[in-house]
C-alpha cells in the first residue's frame, strides 16, 4: 500500500526547510524572540533577573519555550546570551539596566591574555537549560542553539561594555594589533567550539552564528581575521550534522562572497532587499530574514503590505526562512507581533 501523502507534520517545518524539503509556507520564528517583547517574559523579570532565568534550568526553559506558547512561532531559540562564552574565560560579567557589563575591558589592559583563564565547566548550566527545554517542549518544535560570532564578543570583552554602538576602544586595539587580536580570536573559537559541541551533545537541533557587529570594521578586514573562524565553525557543524545559519550583520555586497564553505542559511539584515540578497547570495545557500522589527510600529495596513511582498517572494523560493533582520527591541508591540505572526501562518503561499 501507498503510505500516506507527507504533510508538514512529519518533521519540523524549519528542519525541513533547513534540509532543502518541500513546505507549504516558510518557517517562522524571531530573532530575540524570548525575552524583550512578551508580556508573559517582562512579568518573570519582575520576579527574577536575568541571571536567574538563564541559570535555572526550569526557569530557562521555561522562557526558551514562552514565545512558542504565545506566538505560535515554528522553532525556540535557546534563552542564553551571546557574552556567557567569555563569561566562561574568566571575565566577570553582570547584566545592567543599561545592557552587559563586564568587571575588565581587555583592550585596557597591557596583558590581556593574562585575564583570560577558560573554563569549559562554567557553560554546564546551559546544557543543564537544554536537557530540560528537550523534555518539556513539543515535538514538532525544533530548538536552535546559538553563539556570538568571534568579532561580536571580542567587541564586548575589549570595550567591557556593550553601550557605545560602534566600539571605539575594540576597534583602536584591532587595528593597533592584528597579532594580539588573532591570538584572542583563537582563544575565543575554541571555547566557542567547546561550546557548541556542548550544545550539539545535550540535543540542538539547529545552530545560529550571531555576528551583529559585523559591519564595523571593514570587510576586508573582517575577512582576514575574523572569517577564518567562522569557517571552522561552519566546519565543526557540518561533521556535527547540525545545519547552521550565520547572520553577519551590515557586511553589505560582502554577503556575495559568503560561500556554503562558511554556512548553510545566510540571515540577511534589514538594510538589504531580499531579492537583492537573493541575487548576490551563492544559490547553494538559503536565506533568512529579513522584516526591520521596527516596522511593526506601523498601522496594520502598513505592516501587510509588506509581508505580501514577502509572501510574493515565498512563492518562488523554497529555501528561505521567514525571520527579522535584527532581533526584537523592548517597546515592539507585542499584539503586532501576534497579528504578524498570525497573518505569516495563515496566508496562501500559492506553493
Ligand atoms: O530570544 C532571545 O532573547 C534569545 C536569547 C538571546 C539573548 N541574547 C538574551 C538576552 C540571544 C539570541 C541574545 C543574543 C545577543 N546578546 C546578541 C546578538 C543579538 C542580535 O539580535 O544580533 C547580542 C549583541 C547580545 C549581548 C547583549 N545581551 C546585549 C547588547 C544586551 C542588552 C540589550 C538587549 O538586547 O536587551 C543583552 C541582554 C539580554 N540578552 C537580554 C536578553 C533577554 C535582556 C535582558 C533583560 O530582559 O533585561
Known amino acids: 500500500m501507498d503510505s500516506a501523502p507527507k504533510t508538514d507534520r ?15 509556507r516558510p518557517p517562522v520564528w524571531y530573532m530575540r524572540q524570548a525575552g524583550r517583547v512578551l508580556p508573559s517574559y517582562l512579568e518573570l ?49 553582570e547584566f545592567t539596566d543599561n545592557g552587559p557589563v563586564f568587571e575588565t575591558a581587555l583592550s585596557k589592559r597591557d596583558k590581556p591574555f593574562q585575564h583570560l583563564d577558560p573554563q569549559p565547566a562554567k557553560l554546564e548550566y546551559i546544557y543543564r537549560v537544554i536537557t530540560s527545554v528537550k523534555k518539556s517542549k513539543p515535538p514538532h518544535i525544533p530548538l536552535i542553539g546559538f553563539c556570538g560570532g568571534p568579532l561580536t564578543v ?4 575589549l570595550e567591557g561594555l556593550g553601550k557605545k554602538a560602534d566600539f571605539p576602544e575594540a576597534v583602536k586595539f584591532i587595528y593597533k594589533s ?9 582563544m575565543l573559537l575554541e571555547m ?6 556542548g550544545q550539539v551533545r545535550h540535543g540542538i537541533d539547529v545552530f545560529q552564528l550571531f555576528e551583529t557587529h559585523a559591519g564595523l570594521i571593514p570587510w576586508e578586514l573582517y575577512k582576514e581575521v575574523f572569517l577564518p573562524a567562522v569557517k571552522t565553525i561552519a566546519g565543526e557543524l557540518r ?113
Not at 10 to 24: A, H, I
Not at 154 to 157: G, K, P, T
Not at 178 to 186: A, F
Request: charged letters at 30%; a negative charge; aromatic letters at 12%.
Open 154 to 157: 571580542l567587541c564586548y570583552m
Open 192 to 197: 566557542s567550539l567547546e561550546y557548541i559541541r
Open 239 to 351: 561533521d556535527l550534522n547540525i545545519p547552521f545559519i550565520y547572520f553577519p550583520k551590515d557586511i553589505g555586497t560582502g554577503i556575495g562572497d559568503v560561500s556554503a564553505d562558511y554556512c548553510d542559511f545566510l540571515s540577511v539584515d534589514w538594510q538589504t532587499p531580499i531579492r537583492q540578497a537573493r541575487k548576490m547570495v551563492d544559490p547553494e545557500i538559503g536565506l533568512q530574514g529579513n522584516l526591520d522589527p521596527r516596522l511593526l510600529y506601523s498601522e496594520k495596513p502598513e505592516i501587510e503590505k509588506v509581508l505580501k511582498n514577502y509572501i510574493e517572494f515565498g512563492k518562488e523560493h523554497q529555501n528561505w526562512i521567514f525571520n527579522l533582520g535584527h532581533g526584537f527591541k523592548p517597546g515592539i508591540p507585542y499584539e503586532k507581533v501576534k497579528y504578524m505572526t498570525d497573518y505569516l501562518k495563515t496566508a496562501d503561499w500559492h506553493r
Open 45 to 93: 523579570k519582575k520576579k527574577h533577573s536575568f541571571w536567574q532565568m538563564m541559570k535555572d534550568p526550569e526557569l530557562g526553559a521555561r522562557v526558551t519555550l514562552l514565545p512558542v506558547d504565545d506566538l505560535g512561532v515554528d522553532a525556540a531559540i535557546l534563552f542564553s546570551d551571546i557574552l556567557v562564552v567569555p563569561y566562561a574565560m574568566g571575565m566577570g560579567l
Open 10 to 24: 512529519d518533521k519540523p517545518l524549519l528542519l525541513k526547510t533547513l534540509s532543502g524539503e518541500y513546505t507549504s
Open 178 to 186: 592584528k597579532k594580539d587580536t588573532k591570538r584572542l580570536v583563537d
